[in-house]
């Protein structure tokens, strides 16, 4: 707990290269910091073993259009069983579990949910519940508990129009 006379550090973005410990990351998660971890080895294997899915998945179709080629049904349709594929795919799964593991988080004593491969197309016209937008919301609003990290990376090249923010002095349980 913070002393009365103490002020509140504002949420700050922390860029490593490497591993850090347990309490460190924990610490600084709940202070509101948002963690960037680069160089971990395993997701350069896994975005393009990713992209490959999405690629079978999609057939011919550009990725980043495809959206736009298929009729809405097919297109949620092929989405569903990407989500599916890449949940039940061992490989992906061993991958993100080893990229874990190189920023210092040891798989052993962590409980963690299923890989989840989110898909956001533009606009408004193809949402359901397997590519629907999430509004502005803190994910303990709903079934997540407390003590839970969410861990994010990108597939494809990110931009200022295509990525996800993140607020994390919104939540500052301070005025």
């Not at 309490?23 to 073993?49: N, S």
Request: some cysteine.
């Amino acid at each position: 707990m913070r002393p009365q006379n103490e002020s509140p550090r504002a949420p700050a973005i922390q860029v490593f290269s490497g591993p850090l410990a347990d309490g460190l990351r924990r610490e600084l998660v709940y202070a509101g910091d948002l963690l960037v971890f680069k160089g971990a080895e395993p997701m350069a294997e896994l975005w393009p073993l990713t992209d490959e899915f999405i690629r079978e998945t999609l057939g011919a179709l550009e990725t980043v259009r495809a959206q736009f080629e298929l009729d809405r049904e097919d297109y949620v349709t092929r989405v569903g069983e990407l989500q599916k594929l890449y949940r039940q795919h061992g490989h992906a799964k061993r991958l993100f579990l080893a990229a874990l593991g190189r920023v210092g988080v040891d798989p052993r004593r962590t409980c963690w949910d299923w890989l989840h491969l989110r898909v956001l197309p533009h606009g408004e016209g193809e949402q359901d519940r397997r590519t629907g937008r999430l509004c502005i919301h803190r994910d303990t609003w709903a079934s997540n508990i407390y003590a839970q990290t969410n861990w994010w990376a990108p597939i494809y090249r990110i931009s200022a129009n295509r990525t996800v923010a993140f607020y994390p002095s919104y939540w500052s349980p301070d005025p």
